[in-house]
């Protein structure tokens, strides 16, 4: 116990943080019966690297209000789109994310038909306690970007 303790202040000591868990099959989150769930694009997405608040980079699935000027409640990301995906992109929900650095939030992963697994941008999901101001623990799509 006391060598996990050091290594793990050691970790922290030399500016690295522990890497994100799988929290997919814990029952706090409700999230194993929405894995491996597939659906569709029902309007153009955007795989983008984001940059995330470490300075990483991570390839996301994002939905057109990040990255289309065009669409209502325009709101861009600090992003660099890669492609711009066309109506009926396939995807697989992979796993949820927990961060173990100071945001602490999770994220949903997806699996493209390309076998690259991405995050996927919250206004891709429907709303729940874990995004949005939701009392729900239950995890979906949002209906206007995703259907079976």
Same mark, same amino acid.
């Given at each position: 116990?006391?060598?996990?303790?050091?290594?793990?202040?050691?970790?922290?000591?030399?500016?690295?943080?522990?890497?994100? %868990?799988?929290?997919?099959?814990?029952?706090?989150?409700?999230?194993?019966?929405?894995?491996?769930?597939?659906?569709?694009?029902?309007?153009?997405?955007?795989?983008?690297?984001?940059?995330?608040? %470490?300075?990483?980079?991570?390839? %996301?699935?994002? #939905?057109?209000?990040?990255?289309?000027?065009?669409?209502?409640?325009?709101?861009?990301?600090?992003?660099?789109?890669?492609?711009?995906?066309?109506?009926? %992109?396939?995807?697989?929900?992979?796993?949820?994310? +927990?961060?173990?650095?100071?945001?602490?939030?999770?994220?949903?992963? #997806?699996?493209?038909?390309?076998?690259? +697994?991405?995050?996927?941008? +919250?206004?891709?999901? #429907?709303?729940?306690?874990?995004?949005?101001?939701?009392?729900?623990?239950?995890?979906?799509?949002?209906?206007?970007?995703? +259907?079976?």
């Amino acid at each position: 116990m006391l060598s996990v303790s050091l290594n793990l202040t050691a970790l922290l000591l030399a500016g690295c943080r522990p890497p994100d %868990t799988d929290v997919s099959s814990s029952p706090s989150y409700n999230f194993s019966s929405f894995t491996n769930t597939a659906w569709k694009t029902k309007s153009n997405v955007a795989l983008a690297d984001l940059e995330q608040y %470490t300075g990483r980079h991570a390839l %996301t699935l994002v #939905a057109p209000q990040t990255f289309d000027p065009a669409t209502p409640q325009f709101h861009p990301l600090n992003m660099r789109v890669i492609s711009v995906l066309p109506v009926g %992109t396939r995807l697989r929900i992979g796993r949820l994310m +927990e961060d173990n650095g100071n945001w602490g939030g999770v994220r949903v992963t #997806a699996i493209l038909n390309d076998g690259r +697994e991405v995050n996927i941008d +919250e206004q891709l999901l #429907a709303k729940n306690q874990y995004f949005f101001n939701s009392h729900s623990t239950n995890w979906g799509v949002n209906p206007e970007m995703l +259907e079976k």
